[in-house]
């Protein structure tokens, strides 16, 4: 069909009113402002700070539950519950609130490793980041563009292939993040974990998580939280915990659902990309790329 420019004309517009540009990536004008991002480059993070890192739609909510939990369950103090935050979002007031909340803090970050507050490594605060792999990433995150209404709307999958494999897409290049962890994966502080080993064994993974922060927990309060953080268990919760963006948020939470999107050309092309990025690295094979994301 041929292609309308009308259309492309109405969807860059609806894009800039959406979208803003800060340091070469996109973000949602609802949910972030060049100002907060000016003030969160002087965030002062703790060593005990509970950090999250993640590209948009790895299983940024899956292990905030994971993390929010373990949290919990360690606090000493029964009447003070740790408090999360996606680092990015609001005004740039928050900040002076997260800092006199007490400890352990909770929060993620969709930032580039290049972009995250320089006082998180001065610090030593422990980052855990998740990844998925990409093409199950991609039709997660073209599914969540057409359901938020803070982001613009694909109405053709296609379309959308093309942006997020030239990252055109908030919070920029999958391949770029992966890239920048794959050279900082070895340092202290930091565990890499995949959505599909979580996947795999949801009790192992929460006991890995628990173990990297140092959290002391009985076999009986892991699986209990694994319990809690299983996708079907989250999405039943999700108007709860997370309102009327719940359940864009919480969709089908499988592996391999990008079969149903991806024509051969796309995949021979993706497959190309993780090739020239990824491949004979040790996040390459953490990723099982082989496993999850070949017919």
């Known amino acids: 069909m041929e292609e309308n420019p009308r259309e492309r004309m109405a969807d860059a517009a609806l894009s800039s009113e959406l979208l803003f540009t800060y340091r070469g990536a996109l973000y949602p004008k609802m949910r972030c402002s060049p100002e907060t991002f000016q003030v969160l480059e002087n965030f002062v993070a703790r060593r005990d700070d509970v950090m999250l890192v993640s590209y948009p739609k790895c299983g940024t909510n899956w292990c905030v539950q994971i993390l929010s939990d373990l949290a919990a369950t360690v606090s000493s103090s029964k009447d003070v519950k740790p408090v999360f935050d996606i680092l990015e979002f609001g005004a740039s007031e928050k900040y002076k609130i997260m800092e006199s909340s007490p400890s352990p803090r909770v929060y993620a970050t969709h930032f580039?490793?290049?972009?995250?507050?320089?006082?998180?490594?001065?610090?030593?605060?422990?980052?855990?980041?998740?990844?998925?792999?990409?093409?199950?990433?991609?039709?997660?995150?073209?599914?969540?563009?057409?359901?938020?209404?803070?982001?613009?709307n694909?109405?053709?999958?296609?379309?959308?292939?093309?942006?997020?494999?030239?990252?055109?897409?908030?919070?920029?290049?999958?391949?770029?993040?992966?890239?920048?962890?794959?050279?900082h994966m070895d340092e202290e502080g930091c565990l890499i974990i995949t959505y599909e080993d979580l996947k795999e064994n949801l009790v192992r993974g929460v006991q890995q998580i628990a173990d990297f922060f140092q959290f002391s927990l009985s076999e009986e309060q892991i699986r209990f939280i694994a319990a809690?953080?299983?996708?079907?268990?989250?999405?039943?919760?999700?108007?709860?915990?997370?309102?009327?963006?719940?359940?864009?948020?919480?969709?089908k939470g499988d592996v391999g659902d990008w079969k149903n999107y991806f024509s051969e050309a796309q995949s021979r092309e993706m497959d190309a990309k993780f090739d020239e990025c990824l491949v004979g690295t040790k996040l390459g094979a953490k990723l099982k790329y082989d496993v999850y994301c070949k017919t």
């Open 112 to 152: 580039h490793y290049d972009n995250l507050p320089k006082s998180v490594f001065q610090s030593g605060t422990k980052k855990l980041v998740i990844l998925r792999n990409p093409k199950d990433s991609a039709v997660s995150l073209y599914h969540f563009h057409n359901k938020n209404p803070a982001l613009p």
């Open 154 to 183: 694909y109405s053709d999958w296609n379309d959308f292939f093309k942006d997020f494999m030239c990252g055109k897409v908030v919070w920029g290049s999958y391949f770029d993040h992966a890239i920048a962890w794959n050279k």
């Open 228 to 251: 809690r953080a299983t996708f079907d268990a989250m999405k039943a919760r999700a108007n709860e915990t997370h309102g009327k963006i719940g359940q864009a948020l919480f969709r």
